[in-house]
């Protein structure tokens, strides 16, 4: 009998199949009754996606992770973006980045990365920051979400450069979880990483350190 | 003093007889050595207890962490006004798994390997040991990176690869701290909780072998010595191996949930990556991420959310790791799936809350419970995982003691983000050991003393009898009314704790002579008391 029908076999005798044999410690379950899963929990929050209070939220929280947040104007875009770049020298975009965030960094080195045709990481290692969209934000968690699509790019690029810089929307900023898994739930499989400020650690007395192997800054831009 | 030579990842199992880890005298750190039975190493829980209680370091540094975690959890999921709601439906959810679980494994295994993943399955330790290292030989490696994992600390993996000439590189900051010091974990979530700051950076100085030599105590320069350390193990490797916080059956999505991007490194950077979860890690549908990714966070580091999760199902071409292979680990999980009462553990989704806020825990630590899965969980979920080989009934093993590592408080309940009502197992657990004993005929002065109070209280005269003699010992009580040492075979109680000295008199005593009392007072003023004072 292969693994795989040893390690099935044995569940279904442990929920009480009396033709499945025994369970490893010659054991036959009963059968479990069948169960209603209750779901009272909030779906969504007090506030619309994108309204203020939600804004005002994740602006909230991501402070309280020590991200850099700035609320900016579409017109003042360019020149955020410049500004958070200038210390870092050079940058990698994804693909499919909208061009003009960049109008304003011209004395930033940009790098392009594709699934194509990808840096290594120890080009990526040699970049200062990288610049990306997002999918979507929870306020209530302070989270923001990057599915790899090609204004989000491969994961190792928003990964191996020291800063990251983020623009989120503000109709991409729901309240809560539930509202955000959901609107992931239509590409489940695209590759996710939900981020939560810049890379943190709680192993030394249970004590948060901020900046670990992850980028150590996170720049947040909220745009119109 | 031994001298550290090579990598910890090359370190291996301590060869104490019958595979019981022999502690070395002249080990820096005071190291527990690797045993060969993760889920079942050292002596029993109380003699364990016994001596790790002595090291009054161990005490402080846990008493400092827990309370520290333990206010952080309460204050964020004080501000989760559906708290409880989310807790019935991750528990329900949970109850679901189990009850569905041929069909969710087989849903699970077909939508991985639509997406280009391969599905293993290990019916235990050896057999996912064996998979693991086939793979990473078959790509010539010699080194792993390894993301944290309760998976492959139960299965004992790294020493396994070590035996095979791999190095299994720990990149989780805890995991660093104990592979360094040749130590244990001794929390499910941060495995060297029982390490402060001063011992961590004395750890990195004699062990790293590239830190500044003026490194400090303070913890972000600590981390950022791991930090240096790591990167340039994760720009190079090529295999990873990783557990799974959650297996969403109906997408075929992978969880993992961490903090310190040492998880995306190892989940993106190198060419292969090497899953291995336990069969209950499941979820049916990916929304029901929406109330795990609510529940764990707050539960085990007290964030709002952590700061990573990543999420990949089977593999994404051009971007990360291109070959995926995900092992389906039973190793005694379906013994715990037959136990009806018992089979609640398989909820776990390891956050540690249960740890944290345990009596027992917070004195004792981790490595008392001689299982990778220490405290409340660990004492329902270590004797039920080893069941096969002795673990709940067996009168000599180890892990039979493990249900009375708990004063049954019902904190670990009250926080458990699934519910698991970890008391009621506890009893259950310590009532198998007890039948498995009573089959045994041996003399047993529990039952001998309990049949002889059976006849006693069967008789008032018999009872008010006994009861007076047991006055006699209120002379035994220090100035306090408390009895610190009696002899045998009360001395089996006074050992551990005070025995409260009997009172002067006894209740049926104190009642008749307060009646004889009110008998006497009432006389003179019948008529006037009008049942004022006692009622």
């Known amino acids: ?224 | 003093m031994s001298t550290f030579l090579g990598l910890p990842g090359l370190r291996r199992r301590g060869t104490g007889p019958d595979g019981v880890p022999a502690a070395s005298a002249d080990e820096p750190f005071g190291a527990v050595p690797h045993p060969q039975e993760p889920l079942r190493w050292g002596t029993s829980f109380p003699e364990a207890a016994r001596e790790t209680l002595k090291n009054e370091q161990l005490r402080r540094n846990l008493g400092h962490a827990t309370a520290t975690i333990r206010t952080k959890r309460a204050a964020v999921v004080d501000e989760v006004p559906d708290w409880e709601a989310l807790r019935n439906t991750g528990s329900a959810v949970k109850e679901q798994v189990m009850a569905e679980l041929p069909h969710l494994l087989a849903q699970l295994e077909e939508n991985v390997t639509a997406r280009g993943g391969v599905v293993h399955w290990a019916r235990d330790a050896a057999e996912a040991n064996r998979i693991v290292t086939e793979i990473a030989q078959a790509k010539g490696v010699d080194e792993v990176v390894k993301v944290k994992s309760m998976a492959t600390q139960e299965i004992g993996l790294n020493e396994h690869l070590a035996e095979e000439g791999i190095a299994a590189i720990e990149t989780d900051l805890a995991e660093l701290i104990v592979q360094l010091a040749d130590d244990m974990p001794s929390h499910i979530l941060v495995p060297a909780i029982h390490r402060n700051r001063a011992e961590i950076r004395d750890i990195f100085l004699a062990r790293m072998g590239d830190v500044p030599a003026d490194l400090s105590d303070v913890p972000r320069e600590l981390a950022m010595a791991a930090r240096a350390h790591l990167r340039r193990k994760f720009l190079s490797a090529r295999v990873a191996v990783s557990g799974a916080n959650f297996g969403v059956a109906d997408t075929g999505t992978l969880a993992v949930v961490e903090s310190e991007g040492n998880g995306r490194m190892c989940l993106t950077l190198p060419e292969t990556l090497v899953t291995v979860m336990g069969i209950e890690k499941l979820i049916p549908t990916y929304t029901d991420l929406e109330v795990f990714a609510q529940l764990l966070p707050r539960s085990s580091t007290g964030e709002r959310m952590n700061p990573y999760t990543s999420l990949w199902t089977g593999v994404t071409p051009g971007d990360g790791p291109q070959e995926f292979h995900l092992v389906l680990l039973d190793n005694g999980r379906t013994d715990v799936l037959a136990d009806e009462v018992g089979r609640s553990a398989l909820h776990c989704i390891r956050c540690s809350a249960c740890l944290n806020v345990c009596p027992v825990y917070e004195r004792v630590g981790g490595h008392a419970y001689g299982s990778v899965y220490p405290g409340p969980i660990g004492a329902i979920l270590t004797p039920q995982l080893t069941a096969a080989s002795g673990g709940v009934s067996g009168a000599d093993d180890v892990n039979a003691s493990l249900p009375y590592a708990s004063t049954l408080c019902g904190a670990c309940y009250d926080v458990c983000p699934v519910k698991i009502d970890i008391p009621s197992i506890l009893v259950d657990l310590r009532a198998r050991e007890v039948d498995a004993d009573r089959g045994r005929h041996r003399v047993d002065p529990w039952k001998a003393a309990m049949k002889a109070a059976s006849w006693v209280m069967s008789d008032g005269g018999r009872f008010g009898l006994a009861g007076r003699a047991a006055t006699l010992g209120h002379g035994l009580g220090g100035r306090d009314g408390v009895i610190s040492k009696a002899p045998p075979p009360v001395s089996a109680w006074t050992r551990e704790r005070d025995l409260p000295a009997p009172p002067d008199e006894t209740f049926r005593q104190w009642w008749a002579s307060r009646e004889r009392a009110a008998e006497r007072d009432a006389r003179p003023a019948v008529g006037h008391q009008d049942g004022e004072g006692e009622r």
């Open chain 1, 1 to 224: 009998m292969s693994a795989r029908e040893d390690v099935l076999r044995r569940v279904r005798a442990a929920l009480g199949d009396r033709g499945a044999g025994t369970t490893a410690a010659g054991k036959v379950g009963t059968a479990p009754a069948a169960v209603e899963v209750p779901r009272r929990y909030r779906e969504s929050g007090d506030h619309d996606p994108g309204s203020p209070a939600v804004l005002e939220q994740l602006v909230d929280r991501l402070v309280d992770y020590r991200a850099h947040v700035r609320q900016v104007t579409a017109g003042e875009l360019p020149a955020a973006v410049a500004d958070v770049l200038a210390q870092a020298g050079s940058v990698v975009v994804p693909p499919g980045l909208d061009e003009a965030w960049l109008a304003a960094a011209g004395d930033v080195v940009v790098h392009r990365d594709t699934r194509d045709e990808p840096l290594s990481a120890l080009d990526l290692d040699a970049i200062g920051a990288v610049l990306t969209a997002a999918r979507v934000a929870c306020s209530e968690t302070g989270t923001i979400v990057l599915d790899g699509e090609p204004d989000q790019g491969r994961r190792a690029i928003s990964l191996v450069p020291d800063v990251h810089v983020c623009v989120v929307r503000a109709e991409q900023v729901v309240q809560t979880v539930p509202e955000m898994v959901r609107r992931l739930a239509s590409h489940p499989e695209r590759p996710q990483t939900w981020i939560s400020g810049p890379s943190a650690t709680s192993d030394i007395e249970l004590d948060r350190v901020e900046g670990v192997h992850g980028p150590r800054t996170l720049h947040v831009l909220l745009a119109p």
